[in-house]
């Protein structure tokens, strides 16, 4: 504790929780400082969610004692912690997208300039002025008058923040403020972080991107199995030794696998696809064997675009599949034509939190668990437990909810549940967001399985690193539409950040003679009808 030192503290000592007699934290430490921004490391499951829902009044440990300044607390809500001066910001967005920057606030305020007259309500005016103050000296450029849903991730992300900073918090706890933030946005929410530093307010953050931490983090602590493994100053401190202190000994990065397993069959065909109304129409086709990924700034169309192809927005333009013409208006007719979808919003829309993990695992398949109509429980525990085995999923038994697993765990059940189902394509959102390092490689080795079986990916993924990685070709999208699709051999990540950015033009005529080949048939020498890969419409 350094309370005499008169650097605020904040913290918990020995703490230890468990879930219905199964211990998730184990005698861990934490402490942080005003001043310091403390990155909390750890693979999924390890208890990181949990250290912060013991540090933000969410839950009450089963032992330990929380202090502040060297004085023992004990937050019996959320609402107490804050009062406190603790403030957390949560993975998922919860705004509400039709209120105003300005009212998002309001909720929280420690305080609310009020009339003099009107029984004392609002004063708005007031309450604007204070609002932009606020937003000024976080350095975030909102309109506090803008509906929350018209902004895009990051300034939701910023909103999330200032509605935490209007609580006048002196600690900031932020779960994973980056995940599913695209380079650029992800960096502007690290530099307000490194701006409420400079304020005094001691930020503890969760991230699974090692190279942030690296570049953000003051200190470092790591948990392991619900036990701190380490407290380290970041000074010094590479990626692969976090990384090493997280897992251990196990493998940390997927293998590409050394046959290209890419065939040249098309299995889906687009033709005239239109991302937005007033975008450009293009053609893509998504060959048997390969991953795909589709990447783009935000607005770029990208996200859009696995969305139709996975069925969850309907697809404007027309689809074969195997060459036969197919509806793709719903997640139903994808399903029919073998097409799974797995959206970033994994809680709200990819499982059924309150069934259990086994039956997630088989939902998209309840068909291949049932004897004589019946869903038969034996099967599909067996089931369910071989893909706990090959994605290594921690789950405190097949037939807890979904709800009690890491979100981490819960993406790796969501996995399992198109791969069990048989689809041939799945389009996906995200694969890896929230999931350790461990994790991510079983997911992309699970995905370079199902395309080697002939299965294809179209992947919409922000992380550039895991873009390069996994994908055989990458689809630029910009301004609404696909710009270019690339075979990943020819970019580097410099590169693909510039042509997302628009800051590397694409060379040569912008029509059907500037499409890149797919590399099963380059080799070949293609005449231009037999490359269809990609055409543009028109230039942009
Ligand atoms: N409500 C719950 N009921 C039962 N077990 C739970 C519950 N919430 C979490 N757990 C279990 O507690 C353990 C720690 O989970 P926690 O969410 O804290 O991990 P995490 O480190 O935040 O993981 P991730 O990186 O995946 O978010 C996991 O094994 C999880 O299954």
């Not at 208890?47 to 969410?58: D, E, F, H, N, Y």
């Amino acid at each position: 504790m350094a309370a005499t030192t008169g650097v605020p503290t904040f913290g918990v000592r020995a703490a230890v929780h468990d879930y219905s007699g199964v211990v998730v934290l184990r005698d861990v430490d934490f402490e942080l400082h005003g001043g310091e921004i403390h990155a909390l490391l750890g693979e999924n499951g390890s208890g990181k969610s949990t250290l912060i829902k013991v540090l933000t009044g969410a839950v009450r440990p089963t032992a330990g004692t929380l202090y502040l300044d060297g004085d023992p607390v004990a937050f019996a809500t959320p609402q107490q912690a804050q009062a406190a001066g603790v403030a957390v910001v949560h993975q998922n967005y919860n705004l509400f997208p039709d209120l105003t920057v300005e009212k998002t606030l309001l909720a929280s305020a420690a305080s609310t300039p009020r009339r003099l007259t009107g029984l004392g309500a609002v004063d708005h005016r007031a309450w604007r002025q204070r609002v932009e103050q606020l937003l000024d000296r976080l350095g975030v450029d909102l309109d506090p008058r803008s509906p929350v849903g018209a902004l895009g991730p990051a300034e939701r992300k910023f909103v999330e923040i200032a509605r935490a900073m209007a609580t006048e918090p002196r600690f900031l706890i932020l779960d994973e403020p980056t995940a599913s933030l695209e380079p650029s946005a992800a960096d502007r929410v690290l530099a307000l972080m490194r701006t409420l530093r400079t304020h005094g307010v001691g930020l503890a953050f969760v991230s699974h991107r090692l190279d942030e931490v690296a570049a953000t983090a003051d200190r470092v602590t790591v948990l392991r199995d619900g036990a701190r493994v380490a407290e380290r100053a970041s000074t010094g401190l590479t990626t692969a030794e976090m990384a090493r202190l997280m897992v251990g000994d196990r493998p940390q990065e997927s293998l590409r696998p050394e046959v290209p397993t890419v065939r040249p069959d098309v299995l889906l065909r687009l033709r005239e696809v239109r991302c937005v109304d007033e975008g450009d129409s293009f053609d893509l086709d998504v060959h048997a064997g390969e991953i795909l990924a589709v990447t783009g700034l935000v607005g770029s169309g990208a996200a859009r675009f696995v969305s139709m192809v996975g069925g969850d927005v309907p697809l404007h333009g027309r689809a074969e599949m195997d060459g036969r013409e197919v509806r793709l208006r719903t997640a139903r007719d994808a399903q029919a034509q073998g097409i799974g979808f797995i959206p970033e919003d994994r809680k709200a829309r990819g499982l059924v939190l309150e069934h259990s993990c086994a039956v997630n695992i088989s939902l998209a398949s309840l068909g291949q668990v049932a004897t004589t109509g019946r869903v038969s429980r034996r099967r599909l525990l067996r089931r369910a437990e071989e893909f706990r085995t090959r994605l290594d999923i921690r789950m405190p038994s097949l037939t807890a909810p979904a709800s009690a697993l890491s979100g981490g765990n819960q993406q790796k059940v969501l996995v399992a549940k198109w791969l069990a189902s048989g689809v041939r394509l799945i389009a996906v959102e995200e694969p890896t967001q929230g999931v350790d390092i461990g994790g991510r490689a079983q997911i992309h080795d699970l995905l370079h399985e199902f395309t080697a079986g002939g299965g294809a990916v179209v992947l919409f993924s922000t992380d550039v690193r895991e873009v390069l990685g996994l994908a055989d070709r990458v689809a630029v999208f910009r301004h609404g539409c696909l710009s270019r699709v690339h075979p990943v051999g020819d970019l580097d990540q410099a590169r693909l950040t510039a042509l997302t950015a628009g800051e590397e033009q694409d060379p040569g005529p912008r029509a059907v003679d500037a499409a890149v080949p797919h590399p099963a048939t380059a080799a070949s020498a293609p005449t231009p009808s037999s490359r269809p890969t990609v055409r543009m419409e028109s230039s942009r």
